[in-house]
């Protein structure tokens, strides 16, 4: 019985075998293929709720969010740059983990770890939109939405005794929404100084893993541990307010130096110095300046027909960098006609000053700093002056964040110590004029800006025909008390470049009260201008106690 069911199962294949291969050929050719119809295409507005939802997840973020813009050309541009990019990403992810990997050889009896193969595929990220902030400070920020479902070809080999472990890693999908700070901006190619990254939102990561040729990720339970794990691992080191910084110039050629400190110097007198005039005499007074500096140098008054002048007149200089910089000095003969003649100068370097201690000083003046100059024997007389040099608080010095950060965390009696600082004692009131935005003359557009203060009056450069000036120039002020309950004006001018009645108009004023600026050591805002129909002019204000 056995052996007639085995030969009917036999002869069943044997005949069905070729009789079904027969009837599919005949299928095959003679029976015609279904048209196939183009899809419809409908818009959203059409879509029923159910359809919309089915595509929600597909729809870019520049059709759904207005503020997000399309950057199809950035897509292009990663296309055609993907190849390249692929080669030079691997060769940077082979060259930093050479060294974690080598610090596991030995260890568990692994004896190599090295990737087998390593390729990123050839679909590069997709970004579905970018979104670009206005910020008051120097920096640009960003946040691009990145969709990227590669096909990268990823095996790393572990080598465990004799043994050699294949981990493949395949089917990557990576949603994320970074954001990028490109800052601060500088004036040194290529524009900024470094890259801030955080992400705003936990990324979405989904991938696949075979071991040994099995995908492990199928096993009930490990794919969502695995997840889980991932996300709070990448949230842990650059989830906001984490980030990640990416140094692109070296700090030392785009530092800006701010102020740290004021020196105050009083000119005394002078002695023995040259006879300048025919009449043997000389009309003295004295330039002073720091190196490295740009700002005008400050004047002495003249004293007429005086070799052994005497002043007594007290100056405030600000101090960037007390190591390198030093004081210059220069004694000028008074002209009425001509160039005045220099009578001699002379060099303080400020490291040679201990903070808040006063020191006198009396120098031999020179005809130029070339000390070695054997023929410069000439005795040009003697200068003498006292020099304190006042450096600012640190927390005034340190302080270049915005006023909604995280300083409240403080202690009140802290907070309440600083504040009575704040309000007392010489400092440096800086103000910075960034720019103007929808300034209108009525005959004339050249815009420049004053700055009027405690009687002084300080200029920015103009700009000629247009309505978006940008200065970005800075006005200091040293003051004996902070500027409590005082106003700063700002006025916007604009003026013909020829011959005119008319060759000055008002574009607009501002007048800033200076409290918060002393309560919070700084202010970054735009301020509407009055007189102008939607003019806004920014401006940026420091406040630093000695």
């Not at 970018?130 to 008051?136: G, N, P």
């Not at 120097?138 to 294949?166: C, F, H, T």
């Not at 070799?307 to 007149?313: A, D, S, V």
């Not at 130029?368 to 040099?389: A, C, F, P």
């Amino acid at each position: 019985m056995g052996f007639l069911n085995a030969f009917l199962e036999f002869l069943g294949f044997g005949i069905g075998l070729p009789f079904g291969l027969l009837i599919g050929f005949f299928l095959f050719v003679y029976s015609k293929p279904k048209e196939v119809k183009d899809p419809v295409v409908r818009p959203l507005h059409e879509l029923d709720t159910d359809a919309l939802l089915d595509i929600l997840p597909d729809i870019p973020l520049w059709v759904k969010c207005p503020d997000y813009e399309r950057v199809d050309w950035l897509n292009k541009f990663l296309l055609d740059m993907w190849p390249y990019l692929d080669k030079a990403i691997c060769a940077m992810i082979r060259s930093t983990t050479k060294p974690m990997f080598a610090e596991y050889i030995g260890k568990y009896k692994i004896e190599a770890i090295e990737f087998e193969h390593l390729t990123l595929g050839t679909l590069p990220p997709i970004i579905q939109g970018l979104k670009v902030y206005e910020t008051m400070e120097k920096d640009l920020v960003m946040e691009p939405a990145i969709r990227w479902a590669g096909n990268p070809n990823i095996v790393l080999v572990l080598q465990l005794l004799s043994v050699r472990l294949r981990f493949q890693l395949v089917d990557l999908q990576i949603f994320a929404a970074p954001r990028v700070a490109l800052k601060p901006l500088v004036p040194t190619f290529p524009c900024f100084a470094n890259i801030v990254v955080s992400l705003m939102e936990r990324p979405h990561v989904d991938f696949g893993l075979k071991i040994l040729g099995g995908d492990v990720m199928s096993i009930p339970g490990l794919y969502r541990l695995v997840q889980d794990m991932i996300k709070k691992q990448v949230a842990s080191l650059y989830l906001w307010p984490q980030t990640l910084d990416i140094s692109v110039l070296d700090a030392s050629t785009v530092v800006i130096k701010k102020p740290v400190g004021i020196l105050h110097v009083k000119v005394v007198r002078a002695k023995k110095l040259l006879k300048a005039d025919i009449l043997g005499t000389s009309d003295p007074y004295v330039k002073l300046s720091l190196t490295g500096e740009k700002l005008p140098a400050k004047k002495t008054t003249i004293k007429k027909k005086n070799l052994n002048p005497e002043w007594n007149e007290n100056f405030k200089l600000v101090v960037k960098d007390p190591e390198s910089q030093a004081l210059q000095l220069q004694v000028f003969d008074w002209d009425k006609v001509g160039g005045h003649d220099r009578l001699g100068m002379q060099f303080v370097p400020l490291k040679v000053l201990t903070p808040r201690e006063t020191k006198e000083f009396t120098l031999d003046l020179l005809k130029h700093t070339n000390i070695s100059d054997s023929q410069d024997k000439k005795q040009r007389g003697q200068i003498v002056l006292e020099l304190t040099y006042v450096p600012f608080r640190e927390d005034s010095i340190e302080f270049s964040g915005p006023l909604d950060g995280n300083d409240g965390r403080g202690s009140a009696s802290g907070r309440h110590s600083s504040d009575e600082e704040s309000l007392s004692g010489a400092g440096l009131l800086s103000v910075i004029v960034q720019g103007a935005e929808d300034v209108e003359g009525k005959h004339h557009i050249n815009p420049y800006a004053l700055v009027l203060f405690r009687g002084e009056r300080k200029r920015t450069k103009m700009i000629k025909k247009t309505r978006d000036p940008r200065w970005n120039e800075e006005f200091q002020f040293t003051l004996d008390q902070p500027p409590l309950h005082e106003l700063i004006r700002i006025e916007v001018m604009s003026k013909r470049s020829s011959f005119s009645f008319r060759s000055k108009e008002s574009l607009g004023h501002v007048e800033i009260n200076l409290d918060d600026v002393v309560h919070n050591g700084r202010i970054n805002q735009k301020y509407h201008l009055i007189d102008s129909k939607n003019g806004v002019i920014h401006v940026e204000i420091r406040w630093s106690t000695v």
